[in-house]
């Protein structure tokens, strides 16, 4: 803001009269704060009063989701402790990982497993037919 | 209570807003003076302007939440103020300043006082033979701190216009009070 002109000097109040006239407004305008300062006061106290069961069932919605998720997470740990292959180094490697220590990528083996298995295996006897007669699959 | 220095106005108002006793003593410090000589410009009678100025502060502080966040205090105010002063000399027929004693200051100095009062009512007086857009733009320019754009739209002028009310009104003073006050130029 400017500076007053010196020809509005004379408008201006003097000291006393200023710091009077500044008192009594002050003072006057102390319930008006007052008022404001409660007003701000009962607004903030609805505020929480709205938000209080808000807030609540949040903690109780996030607690319960907390506990959860910490109940997973200490499985979790439990398989942290073994470090987990990578499935993609795991085709490339011929090292077999633990628990599979006769792994072998011959498919050739792996079907003679299969075939010496199946002709070791004992044949189940087919159920008699219902008139007394065996079926045909079976010779003695 | 917040302690008040030199803050921003804007702040001020916020805090007013929220009933801070102290920032609203900052923002009665910093317009009290112009504030009253506004006043005084228009009633012409010192203790009507005191109560002019009282009342402006007081509605200002009720009306405090129209002020748009960031909108300067002053300008507002002192519309405030202008619309109770001209309420006030309406409503109750304000008598003239001549008829009225002006002695009221409260300056300890009688010479000064007396010289003070004498200088004042013929600065009110010289004001008010100015003619109304010339008074009210000297007023807005020299004691309410508009520039003259500002001057301008609160008159519905253009800025030439504002400029050239400013110039005359204040040529039209140094006229009158020529050989009691000195005028600078512009």
């Known amino acids: 803001m400017r500076d007053w002109p010196r020809w509005l000097e004379s408008l201006r109040p003097d000291e006393v009269t200023s710091a009077r006239l500044r008192s009594s407004i002050v003072q006057a305008a102390e319930p008006l704060l007052k008022a404001r300062r409660d007003d701000w006061w009962e607004v903030a106290s609805r505020w929480a009063g709205l938000l209080t069961p808000v807030a609540a069932a949040l903690v109780l919605v996030f607690g319960g989701l907390a506990l959860h998720g910490g109940a997973s997470g200490e499985s979790l740990a439990l398989t942290d402790g073994e470090p987990t292959p990578d499935p993609v180094e795991l085709l490339h490697s011929e090292v077999a990982p633990a628990g599979f220590s006769e792994f072998d990528t011959n498919h050739d083996v792996v079907f003679a497993a299969l075939g010496e298995a199946a002709r070791q295996r004992p044949r189940a006897a087919p159920a008699p037919r219902p008139d007394g007669t065996q079926p045909r699959s079976v010779r003695p | ?186």
């Open chain 2, 1 to 186: 209570m917040v302690p008040t220095g030199r803050r921003d106005e804007a702040e001020l108002v916020g805090l007013v807003q929220g009933g801070d006793a102290g920032a609203f003593d900052e923002l009665v410090r910093r317009y009290l003076d112009r504030g009253f000589a506004v006043a005084l410009s228009i009633l012409g009678v010192p203790q009507d302007a005191e109560d002019a100025v009282q009342t402006a502060f007081i509605r200002a502080l009720e009306r405090i939440d129209q002020l748009r966040p960031g909108s300067p205090f002053g300008p507002w105010f002192f519309s405030v103020l202008r619309s109770t002063a001209l309420n006030l000399r309406r409503r109750e027929n304000l008598r003239s300043h001549e008829e009225i004693p002006t002695s009221a200051s409260g300056d300890s100095n009688p010479e000064r006082e007396l010289d003070r009062t004498l200088t004042r009512g013929r600065v009110l007086a010289a004001l008010k033979e100015l003619p109304e857009q010339q008074r009210t733009a000297v007023i807005l320019y020299d004691l309410e701190g508009y520039n003259h754009r500002e001057v301008a739209e609160a008159l519905g002028v253009a800025v030439g216009t504002s400029r050239a009310h400013v110039h005359h009104g204040r040529k039209a003073l140094r006229d009158r009070l020529g050989p009691v006050i000195e005028l600078e130029e512009e």
